[in-house]
């Protein structure tokens, strides 16, 4: 995918999203505050989050944004904190079909280490029909800081959500990036499956299964999570409370590695965002949004 492709798509969108001024905006936004505990091989760490996304829609126009950060800390003495966003204009020729231009940021920045940064962006098409959403996306990365100059990376994905009916919703998503430099390659992959279930009053309970691989250096995660939220809505309060255990298993290069996390977040909910959602923290809350490349999959099995 060519700078100049990209260019010309985002020049397109953007003089669509000044085209219709006279239709009416619409959208939700929510904020959540986020706090989790945990531990792995008997080294208990803490996490914080801090998390926004807003869905605004004008006529055939959307806009969703999406920013969070997280930090982590340990009886090591390690400290980490995780910075990502993302923008996604998307452009609607029916009520069915749609397509858009995202710009994808993720930067890790842990002690004793030099911050990494991962830039991606693409094209994404999305279909709508009968309670069904599905996404399909292709693009690039530059993540020169973490693998050098001289490889390319090229990721392409999929996410689906199936509304079955009024209470049960289901969750898919799966990534694979490409790494090719100088003849050799690589891939890694991340998928997910999870479900929603609405109990009617203000009750939901979720859960999901979270797998991240790479044949070329032996290693997968597996991240199993399962939670509850109530929805204060209906007293008047737009919040969301959640909370969510997650158990971790990793394997790398034949070592292995247990862990396990308890996460507990309150997210605010604005206009449209009302409507049934996945809580703002946790490892499930990834479930919802596309992981852009193979950084970004590991970084949401592992629950960031």
């Known amino acids: 995918m060519t700078g100049k492709t990209l260019t010309a798509v985002g020049s397109f969108l953007i003089l669509a999203m000044a085209a219709p001024a006279y239709a009416q905006t619409s959208g939700g936004a929510a904020l959540t505050l ?4 945990g531990e792995v091989e008997g080294s208990d760490f803490q996490t914080s989050l801090m ?30 904190t ?4 993302e923008i996604l204009p998307k452009y609607w020729f029916s009520p069915a079909g749609g397509v858009g231009l995202y710009f994808s940021s993720t930067t890790v920045d842990a002690d004793g280490v030099d911050s ?45 959500r199936y509304d079955v009916n009024t209470q049960l919703s289901l969750y898919g998503k799966g990534v694979n990036s ?43 995660l597996h991240t199993t999570s399962l939670g509850v939220a109530y929805n204060l809505s209906a007293a008047g309060r ?5 909370g969510e255990y997650a158990r971790y298993n990793s394997e790398v290069l034949g070592g292995d590695a247990d862990g ?15 409507a049934k959602r996945l809580p703002g923290a946790g490892a499930t809350r990834n479930l919802a949004k596309s992981d852009r490349n193979a950084v970004d999959g590991l970084l949401s099995v592992g629950g960031f």
């Open 116 to 160: 990494v940064t991962a830039n991606s962006y693409g094209l994404e098409g999305t279909y709508r029909a009968a309670g069904l959403e599905t996404s399909a996306f292709i693009g690039e990365t530059d993540a020169s800081d973490l693998v050098g100059d001289d490889v390319d990376i090229t990721d392409y994905g999929l996410r689906v």
């Open 34 to 37: 986020g706090y989790g505990m």
């Open 260 to 274: 396990h996390n308890i996460t507990f977040g309150a997210t605010v909910l604005l206009g449209d965002a009302q």
């Open 82 to 85: 995780l910075f990502t966003g």
């Open 51 to 80: 998390a926004f996304d807003a869905d605004i829609a004008n006529g055939p126009l959307t806009f969703d944004l999406d920013l969070s950060r997280a930090a982590q800390g340990g009886d090591d003495d390690f400290d980490a």
């Open 178 to 220: 490409d790494f090719e430099a100088g003849g050799d390659t690589a891939s890694a992959q991340s998928y997910a499956l999870g479900a929603t279930y609405d109990f009617g009053n203000g009750l939901t309970t979720f859960g999901a299964h979270q797998i991240a691989t790479s044949d070329e250096i032996d290693s997968n």
């Open 238 to 242: 737009p919040i969301l409370l959640s």
